[in-house]
């Protein structure tokens, strides 16, 4: 066979330089690549136009680790809202309790008011027991009708103050107790005032003559219109209280704290405190307005006994 018939073959094109070498080896790993994306994507993009824009692409929406619930609040937030809430809620009683405490010192100015009017009648039934009072400054006996003014508006204003209070109370009680309160705090009003007008109209004239008793020729009783005031008040009002009594031990025996019988093993502890308690309060050291104070208080807690053992049952 001659060299003209013999094919000629194709002659291979290596790289001259190495920088040609790694640009063709890089080449085919990006062809590589590129044909293994190609296999795995299920769809083949037939043209450029048809790749999406980067910014015409919405975000991927990410999965939502809550739920849909709002995230809860950081404990400094949420301190902080708790914050908000109590001072909105104090500020609202604070409020509240403002405004009632001006409608009782109003209560007790029109009382007052009606106290200083009638002056004259109220003065001429506390100088009853014991007939002409004297005053020793200029100004003693304009105090003094001030002083009763304004005590006769406070008991007169009495009934409006322990409304308040219970109002006040109100919102934060149960029904139960609301209506517990709706009958404790009528009965204190009026116990209050028995125990006002039983001191003023049996004991205290009583213990007037037990001290006038005490004169003589030589020797006659001169009341300063203000020092008579002050007895007057400070041996007629724990009467009032002393006569509720009662009413707290029938509350306690309603509530099981106490029985007949704790009161019964009790009593002599409690004559030896009635007379202790009537030391401290009497306005006088006398042994006479000590008893006159004392005794009634005895009495008050046998009523409060009687009624927690044959009405309570306890």
Known sequence: MSEESKTPEAPVSCPATPEERDAMIAAQRRAAEAAEQAAQTPETISSPDDVPSTEDTPPIAEPDPTGGEEPPLSPTAAETEEDDEGSMSLIAHLTELRSRLIKCLLAVAVGSGVGYYFIEDIMHYLTRPVGKLYYMQPAEAFFTYIKIAVVVGFLLALPVIFYHVWRFFLPALTRAERIVLGIVVPVSVVLFF??????????????????????????????????????????????????????????????????????????RIVIFLSFVVAAVISPTPDVFTQSMIAVPMIALYGVGYLIVRYILRK
């Open 194 to 267: 028995l125990g006002l007008a039983f001191s003023f109209f049996l004991v205290f004239p009583a213990a007037i003559l037990f001290f006038k008793g005490f004169g003589s020729a030589e020797l006659e009783a001169l009341f300063s219109v203000n020092r008579y005031f002050e007895f007057v008040i400070m041996f007629v009002l724990p009467f009032g209280f002393v006569f509720e009594l009662p009413l707290i031990i029938t509350i306690l025996g309603k509530m099981g704290f106490i029985s007949s019988k704790f009161l019964r093993k009790y009593a």
